[in-house]
């Protein structure tokens, strides 16, 4: 429970992170924004690094310390794959199938699981995903189903999205968290700095413009929500965390609704509560299995 509710958690504020990514863009180009978020995310979590150096120095006392530098350097560049795969291809489709076909992580990290790591994938995990995938597409879609070259590039952005959480469920309980999640949000920076370099004019002005949404998004989802991910699959089963992980799209939705003003339709309506059944059926599994021993 613990596990999960870092991850729900986690996934409460990516959510609400679209709101301030929508708002900070509105003078910056996708990588300013993001160089901006993902400094000031390793900013805090420099700090945080360094504020724990006494719990890290007797975790290497007693021999239990397992760095994270290695790991966190290949989660980041995975990481910094899915994130501007995605990017680019919002520039060719729309919000509501980005969010779609991203989350097709809630399927392909089972079937990953099963097939390439030899997982074992129990029945309500694929009965929650199905609910969860049939809910975000009423969340998401609205009828439009055509296929375009945003979208094919957002299938490819899918896969490294579930990449990563396959990676970083492999090496959460093998490395230190804080490490681990410090290299992975320095990758992120740097691939987002030189992007914005290459194909942006990046302007200190409108960055002081957009200091709260940068902020949010940077302490908030880069260093605190990306920070929970990992600590929560550490408890977490990789398929489990992807459909908790998925629920930003609902909070998405939510925040979009209470902050922005959008209106929810009837669908999403639906769509929200489908998606809360796939959690509930996911997580009703092992207490039933328990409570019939």
Not at 25 to 48: C, H, I, V
Not at 116 to 135: D, E, P, S, T
Not at 145 to 150: D, F, K
Not at 238 to 244: K, Q, R, V
Request: with cysteine.
């Amino acid at each position: 429970m613990r596990g999960n509710a870092m991850l729900l958690l986690a996934a409460f504020i990516w959510g609400t992170t679209f709101v301030a990514q929508m708002v900070g863009m509105d003078e910056l180009g996708p990588f300013s924004y993001a160089a901006a978020r993902f400094f000031l995310g390793m900013l805090f979590l420099l700090g945080l690094w360094y504020a724990v150096r006494g719990r890290r120095a007797d975790k290497k006392q007693a021999g239990t310390y397992m760095p994270g530098w290695r790991a966190g350097c290949g989660a980041g560049l995975i990481m910094f794959c899915a994130s501007s795969t995605q990017q680019v291809a919002m520039v060719y489709t729309t919000a509501g199938k980005t969010a779609f076909i991203t989350a097709l992580y809630i399927v392909l990290v089972p079937l990953a699981g099963h097939f390439l790591l030899r997982q074992r994938i129990a029945l309500w995990n694929w009965l929650g995903a199905g609910l969860a995938l049939v809910g975000l597409y009423f969340l998401s879609i609205h009828g439009a189903v055509e296929l375009n070259t945003g979208d094919a590039i957002l299938m490819v952005s899918a896969l490294f999205w579930t990449a990563h959480i396959l990676f970083v469920g492999h090496f959460a309980g093998l490395s230190d968290v804080i490490e681990m999640s410090l290299m992975q949000i320095a990758v992120c920076f740097v691939g987002s700095a030189v992007a914005a370099l290459l194909v942006e004019m990046p302007a200190l002005t409108p960055m002081l413009h957009a200091w709260f949404p940068i902020f949010y998004g940077g302490v908030m989802s880069a260093g605190v929500a990306f920070t929970l991910q990992i600590v929560g699959q550490r408890y977490t089963q990789p398929a489990t965390a992807s459909l908790l992980m998925s629920f930003e799209a609902v909070f998405g939705v939510l925040s979009s609704w209470l902050i922005l003003g959008e209106v929810m339709s009837p669908a999403q309506v639906l769509g929200c509560t489908l998606m809360f059944a796939g959690i509930l059926v996911t997580q009703a599994g092992p207490w039933l299995r328990r409570k019939n021993r």
